[in-house]
């Protein structure tokens, strides 16, 4: 039995149809109001059980997880609890897969457990991080170089708000930060405007950071460079996004509030999207070269639902050892990578080219 708490909102659900469609766990999905779900979307899953859970409450908790051999948390705003219940799951004898962050977790990570413990295990944390582990595989020796951009257009829930100026607002988050000479640098990097990238149909503006990911990227694949970008597509949420980041510490409500309508407003009548760009330089097959991967998927919600679903799949497939870590630290990225690549929703394509060469010939082909 596969527990999805969360399982009939914007990531849940679509978790839900990617364990549905493997079809090796019976399903209970779990959420306030399981009756109106079950209205809803019974007929799509008839064999799924349908609880109703409160997260508050450890007993409504316990009776949920009984028998569940994982459970998945694909409900938020994760930062505030996830990690408690995280506990709660594992003291159960419940592996547990985590779609979102709780700041909780690090401590977790030194403590002894015989259950798999994921964490970060959406798109971003979790893919963002497991790409360019997944990438630098294809390299016959180490990478020295890496450039990361990651965009979406779509309109925010309060909850994905939340969680989202959560992590951009957190301590380890360090704006305009890169990676030079083997060590994170301020203000190493500078933001860009009108910047066209592949993928994106119309000029974008890159916003350079460091979190706890990408250093933890940077320092598992020993790189000398790297930058990571995240790319804003729309006059709306670039105004709003440096201000509410800083409101976030004493207005919380007000800042979520502002992200909101300023994702709505860029991205009405436009279609919703999710672009990731992966460039590495190094060695491959005794010579210098430089790989990239590009990432395309229909919403941010439904591939952070995706990637939770091929995280949990690979933990009871057997393919992740026990243990509390994020998503982008498994020591192997190839099964939760390979069951995404098989994903037809989503459109993954290695270039033996860096980026700019890239734009370069798509000018030259206009």
Known sequence: MIGIIGGYGDVGLEAVKSLAQWDKRPLRIGGRNPAEARTRLGDALPQAEWRELDLEDARSLAAFAADCELVLNCAGPSHRASARVARLCASLGCHYVDAGDDPMFREMRAEATDRVI????GASPGLSGLLPRWLAGTFDDTVHSLWYCMGSLDRFTASAA??????????ANEPLAAWRDGARRPSAAQRRSGVALPGWSRDIALYP??????????????????????????????????????QFATEPGTAVRRLCEATALDSAGRSPYLHLIVQLAGRAAGTECTRTLLVQADRPAAMTGRTAAAAARAVLEGEIPAGVRPLAGIPDPEPVARRLREDRSTRWTVI???????????EGEI
């Open 209 to 246: 950071y460091m979190d706890e990911e990408a250093e933890e990227v940077a320092s598992t694949l020993s790189l000398r460079d790297g930058e990571w970008h995240i790319a804003v597509d729309g006059t709306a949420t670039t105004r709003v996004l440096e201000e509410a980041r800083a």
């Open 118 to 121: 994921l964490y970060a295990a």
């Open 352 to 362: 033996n080219r860096s980026v700019a060469e890239m734009m370069e010939t798509e």
């Open 162 to 171: 939340e969680d989202y100026l959560a992590g951009i607002a957190g301590g």
